[in-house]
């Protein structure tokens, strides 16, 4: 089975993705590849594109995985740092 890869959106900060990194995976953040203030529709596509999962804070990202967006799989955490998935 292929490891995930992830896609960080802007509402997480970096010390998410150094923790993420020390346990061997695969992420890159929205601040990383200069595409802060991007549409959500933009992040989504260039998740997919790139194979990433997209990880957000944002609960647009659960509307979005339902429409017509292909994606490759959003997972949702809500500030109080509980996670929920959707592929």
């Not at 999962?53 to 997972?75: C, E, K, M, N």
């Amino acid at each position: 089975m292929p490891d995930i890869r992830f896609y960080l959106d802007e509402n997480f900060p970096g010390a998410v993705a150094a923790a993420l990194r020390q346990r061997g995976i695969d992420v890159v953040t929205v601040a990383e590849l200069k595409l802060r203030g991007s549409s959500d529709e933009d992040h989504l596509q260039r998740a997919h594109s790139d194979g990433r999962v997209l990880a957000s804070r944002d609960r647009d990202f659960i509307t979005l995985s339902y429409t017509a967006w292909p994606h490759s799989g959003v997972v949702y955490c809500p500030m109080r740092n509980l996670c929920a998935a959707s592929s």
